[in-house]
């Protein structure tokens, strides 16, 4: 089979799934929203199915302009996105060819690894430290490799949660584009962490913001994201998107959910302003280390994350083990409503030694 090789030599990207269609388990393993999207977003999908018009190719309408509207960006810098994930990959395969280079800070997001890997681009590392610390000297130093063409900064970072101050972030983007280099600001987490970098769209046109509707807003089976750049940047990823690639239900919801933007903020406000204080506090008080987060999970220094998830997992509860900046397993919780950080500490009282 006529298969590239630089694909053949990539392994899947199989989130662990496992357990997770279970109706009373807890999911604090993919960061996502406990609780549904909002009454707008449901009832508007049964109108939608009732309007008889799935058999319709998509319109998008004034869907984009809607996103720019909320993103806080002039109408033609957003583009609608299969998830934030097509996002990742539509700017990968705009920017990279085989051989490229591209530098993702270490850890980050699986789909960083692999869009980047099935353009055939050489990934480097420089490591996060082990206080979740940016490393900026690293990756500028890094910028000056003449086939180095994308960096991909995830702010906050996944798993680790720690953010990268804006003052970094556009001493990268400064030196990036002298040197004609993307830079893509993943900030998936942004409703969380308040964290964007969109304010230096006007001053820096190798600038690349991707966010979800996937989070806060509770759309992920829908998959809904979006990419924010200068108007004819879009213009380009616009080739390279499909011109059906996000579905009508996405469509349908990211236009309810933006009718009642409270109902994402009430949820981020009570995940950051109850919930994480009082798992941290909790965390503190029986000795447990985290990495500083301004996301909606808390990456835990555990000696062996396994035995606790396998213990959260008996009593319902799902978490996530992921590479710390080590490359050693610990476990992402995600944090959800104040009940379910009740409902969680009152397991890990349990199961804690
Ligand atoms: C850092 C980061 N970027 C992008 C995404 C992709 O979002 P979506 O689920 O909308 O594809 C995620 C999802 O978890 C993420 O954590």
């Known amino acids: 089979m006529a298969i590239k090789k630089r694909v053949t030599k990539m392994g899947h990207y199989k989130p662990p799934l496992e357990g997770r269609s279970e109706k009373d388990y807890l999911l604090l393993d993919f960061s996502e929203r406990t609780t549904g999207p909002s009454p707008e977003v449901k009832k508007a999908l049964k109108d939608f199915i009732d309007l008889d018009r799935i058999q319709v190719y998509p319109e998008y309408g004034n869907l984009e302009e809607k996103i720019a509207e909320y993103a806080g960006v002039k109408n033609g810098r957003a583009m609608?996105?299969?998830?934030?994930?097509?996002?990742?990959?539509?700017i990968c395969r705009s920017c990279l060819d085989e051989g490229d280079r591209v530098?993702?800070?270490f850890p980050s997001f699986a789909m960083h690894y692999q869009s980047s890997g099935i353009q055939g681009a050489e990934i480097l590392e420089p490591r996060y430290g082990d206080d979740g610390s940016f490393p900026l000297e690293e990756t500028l130093k890094m910028l000056e490799d003449e086939k180095v063409r994308l960096v991909i900064l995830c702010n906050p970072n996944n798993p680790l949660g720690s953010p990268t101050s804006l003052?970094?972030?556009?001493?990268?983007?400064?030196?990036?584009?002298?040197k004609d280099i993307?830079?893509?600001?993943?900030?998936a987490y942004f409703e969380f962490s308040k964290i964007t970098a969109k304010d230096f769209i006007d001053k820096y046109s190798n600038l690349y913001i991707i966010r979800t509707f996937a989070k806060a807003f509770g759309l992920v089976s829908a998959r809904a994201g979006y990419v924010l750049s200068r108007e004819n940047n879009i213009q380009e990823l616009l080739k390279v998107r499909g011109p059906y690639d996000v579905n009508m239900f996405?469509?349908?919801?990211?236009?309810?959910?933006?009718?009642?933007?409270?109902?994402?903020e009430d949820y981020a406000k009570e995940v950051m302003e109850i919930s994480k204080p009082?798992?941290?506090?909790?965390?503190?008080?029986?000795?447990v280390g985290f990495f500083p987060s301004r996301a909606n999970y808390l990456f835990l220094r555990l000696a062996d994350p396994t035995k606790l998830m396998e213990k959260l997992k008996a009593e319902k509860i799902l978490t996530r083990p992921k590479e710390d900046p080590d490359r050693k397993i610990s476990l992402r919780i995600s944090i959800g409503t104040s009940e379910d950080t009740e409902k969680l500490i009152s397991v890990l009282d349990k199961v804690l030694d």
């Open 182 to 187: 993307t830079v893509m600001h993943d900030e």
């Open 167 to 178: 003052e970094d972030v556009e001493k990268i983007l400064k030196k990036a584009q002298e």
């Open 250 to 264: 996405a469509k349908v919801a990211i236009l309810a959910a933006l009718k009642n933007k409270r109902y994402a």
């Open 80 to 90: 609608v996105t299969n998830g934030g994930d097509q996002g990742i990959d539509v």
């Open 103 to 105: 530098i993702i800070p």
């Open 278 to 287: 009082k798992l941290e506090a909790y965390l503190r008080g029986k000795g």
